[in-house]
Structures are given as structure tokens and as C-alpha cells.
């Protein structure tokens, strides 16, 4: 029903940055929430930034001044840039999306970034 496809990870030294995006393929993805999360080894998956249909943004607090979440209903991708990037940011993100009137979770492959100090 849908399908999400990150890209745009890569290795970055730090304080550099990088910008993701997430292609989603499907019929829901105006009236859904979007949402990138990040794994670093041997930890938990964890929320980085949610979007609403209506342009809301939540970051997490370590990401808070130094990530910025969007979306582009038109072409069906929601973006992150990642600036000012630290070696705590190494992680495996994924693209996540939530239908607000209806069932699912759906999540991408995941894009691995890596910020050497």
C-alpha cells in the first residue's frame, strides 16, 4: 500500500551537514504524519522529527537548532537537513509515515550517516 525510500546518507566530518529525503509511493501520504527516526549501534531505534499534514514539526532535543524536517506534498518526499552534524548523529535513519485517519506504520529501508569527529 506504501512504500518509503530514503537516500541522501553518507559519511560527513563533523560539523558538516547532510540532507536526507524519503520518496513515498501510495495514496495516503497528504493526510499522514511523517517522521524520521535514527539507530545507533547497540541502541534504541529513537524519534529525531515528526511533520503533521498541517506543517507542525517536533525534534527531538539533541537535534533541536541543527535539524529541520520538511514536506513537499506535491512530489510525495519529506526532507530533513541535518546541519552543524556531531559524531552522536551516526546512525541508520529511517522515514517513517502514519495515516491520521486510518491503520498502519510504514518505514523505510533506512540510510546510514556517519559524522567522524
Known amino acids: 500500500q506504501v512504500q518509503l525510500v530514503e537516500s541522501g546518507g553518507g559519511l560527513v566530518q563533523a560539523g558538516g551537514s547532510l540532507r536526507l529525503s524519503c520518496a513515498a509511493s501510495?495514496?495516503?501520504?497528504?493526510?499522514?504524519?511523517l517522521g524520521w527516526y535514527r539507530q545507533a549501534p547497540g541502541k534504541q531505534r529513537e524519534l529525531v522529527a515528526t511533520?503533521?499534514?498541517?506543517?507542525?514539526?517536533n525534534y527531538a532535543d539533541s537535534v533541536k537548532g541543527r535539524f529541520t524536517i520538511s514536506r513537499d506534498n506535491a512530489k510525495n518526499t519529506v526532507g530533513l537537513q541535518m546541519n552543524s552534524l556531531k559524531p552522536e548523529d551516526t546512525a541508520v535513519y529511517y522515514c517513517?509515515?502514519?495515516?491520521?485517519?486510518?491503520?498502519?506504520?510504514?518505514w523505510g529501508q533506512g540510510t546510514q550517516v556517519t559524522v567522524s569527529s
Open positions: 511533520i503533521t499534514s498541517g506543517g507542525s514539526t
Open positions: 517513517n509515515l502514519k495515516p491520521v485517519l486510518g491503520r498502519g506504520d510504514y
Open positions: 501510495g495514496s495516503i501520504f497528504r493526510l499522514s504524519v
